[in-house]
């Protein structure tokens, strides 16, 4: 599975930001907006006329995404200056791959809840998935400032900032993340991924040789790892790498190509003093293709 592509958050993300109890609050006649809970959801108003919302609920468990769309259809309709009614029926566009419709509802639910950072986060995935990088990354930000503790909103600002090519900035929210989970491997992989762009290579190398630690079986992390050594010019190590990976992967090509590389360059007779040197093999990106 290719751990570099963030998928789209459906179910899960649904319910432990907005399950029942933890909802947004309705917003009042006033136009106030109710105070944040930590975690940036809004605390509930246990309003739900008809139960739609819980029906909407039980047909998404069931990616039943269709009933799921109608029926917050009809909780918007029995309280349409609810928030989360728009927050719930957009997560429901957005898991039937409905994104435009999605985008809307979820700028609806922030023009009625604009201090609430999850509505932040889902618009900026729904405009990830459309390759609006920029307006993703503003919504990334304001989910950061709404939330600090949000490891999904430091997550996706750091994806965009290695799209971008910000390194730095990458590497400073996988760290928030790896700080609150340590053993988060994906956190680490793409922090490591990073700190090789930096041409940082110790530091790459200790956070592969971690996520390996943990995911001893997957050949695409050896891999990395030994295209990490090979750039920082420890051909022992790198070869080490190239054979632990065709030890899962026996007909693996790149291995068996890159090895021979290296061994090649290990048995080769020492060019003479003044003469150019072999041309190093072309290093290129892993097999996964990075973030």
């Not at 909407?56 to 109608?70: L, N, Q, R």
């Not at 918007?76 to 029926?89: G, H, M, S, V």
């Not at 190590?237 to 291995?255: G, H, N």
């Amino acid at each position: 599975m290719n751990r570099y592509k963030i998928g789209l958050v459906t179910t899960v993300a649904l319910a432990l930001v907005f399950s029942p109890g933890r909802v947004l609050a309705k917003k009042h006649a006033t136009n106030s907006s109710p105070t944040p809970s930590e975690n940036g959801a809004m605390p509930s108003n246990g309003s739900d006329p008809g139960g739609h919302s819980a029906s909407g609920f039980e047909a998404e468990k069931k990616h039943d995404y269709e009933k799921a769309i109608a029926e917050f259809t009809k909780a918007i309709e029995a309280e349409p200056q609810d928030a989360k009614n728009y927050f719930n029926r957009a997560t429901a566009f957005r898991a039937a791959g409905k994104l435009p419709e999605a985008l809307a509802d979820f700028s609806k639910a922030i023009e009625l809840a604009p201090q609430s950072a999850p509505g932040y986060l889902g618009r900026g995935e729904v405009e990830l998935a459309q390759k609006q990088i920029e307006p993703a990354l503003a919504d990334f930000e304001k989910a950061v400032q709404l939330a600090p503790n949000d490891l999904a909103a430091r997550r996706f600002r750091a994806f965009v900032f290695s799209s971008k090519g910000e390194w730095e900035k990458a590497i400073a929210d996988y760290t928030k993340v790896i700080e609150k989970m340590s053993d988060d491997t994906q956190a680490r992989d793409r922090r490591a991924f990073a700190f090789r762009n930096l041409k940082k290579y110790n530091e790459a190398i200790a956070d592969y040789s971690k996520v390996i630690a943990k995911t001893p079986e997957d050949p695409e992390e050896f891999r990395r790892r030994g295209l990490t050594y090979m750039m920082a010019g420890d051909s022992e190590r790198a070869a080490a790498d190239f054979r632990a990976v065709l030890k899962i992967k026996p007909d693996d090509t790149d291995a068996q190509s890159r090895l021979r590389a290296l061994e090649t360059r290990a048995n080769a007779t020492p060019p003479v003093v003044g003469a150019p040197s072999p041309a190093s093999p072309a290093l290129a990106p892993p097999g996964a293709s990075p973030r």
